[in-house]
């Protein structure tokens, strides 16, 4: 089992930043790649970015490349989205997933929203 629990959700401006993390605990988390989903109201859930827990290996939508930066601090056991000059459409709720790859999930975190204002 995989506990996972988000936070660091806000109302922001366009083009401030935002810090989410992701903090996981179970026996198994660090056999699976972190991965951050969002939804936004009346849309499917998409994949954001995802990162393993060793190496080096990111993945981006190409939506968010450039903009945000997904990290982790492994003594912390927490996975960290750093959002840059956010849009309005980055407004929706974000999930933090552990999945067998980037994209997938097994277990979902409860989420968090973030609202960007024009």
């Known amino acids: 089992q995989v506990q996972l629990v988000e936070s660091g959700g806000g109302l922001v401006q366009a083009g401030e930043s935002l810090r989410l993390s992701c903090a996981a605990s179970?026996?198994?988390?660090?056999?699976?790649?972190m991965n951050w989903f969002r939804q936004a109201p009346g849309k499917e859930r998409e994949f954001v970015a995802g990162?393993?827990?060793?190496?080096?290996?990111?993945s981006y939508s190409d939506s968010v490349k450039g903009r945000f930066t997904i990290s982790r601090d492994n003594a912390k056991n927490t996975v960290y989205l750093q959002m840059n000059s956010l849009k309005p459409e980055d407004t929706a709720v974000y999930y933090c997933a552990a999945g067998s790859i980037f994209r997938s999930y097994a277990y979902w975190g409860q989420g968090t929203q973030v609202t960007v204002s024009s």
């Open positions: 179970g026996p198994t988390f660090r056999n699976y790649v």
């Open positions: 990162i393993r827990w060793t190496g080096v290996t990111t």
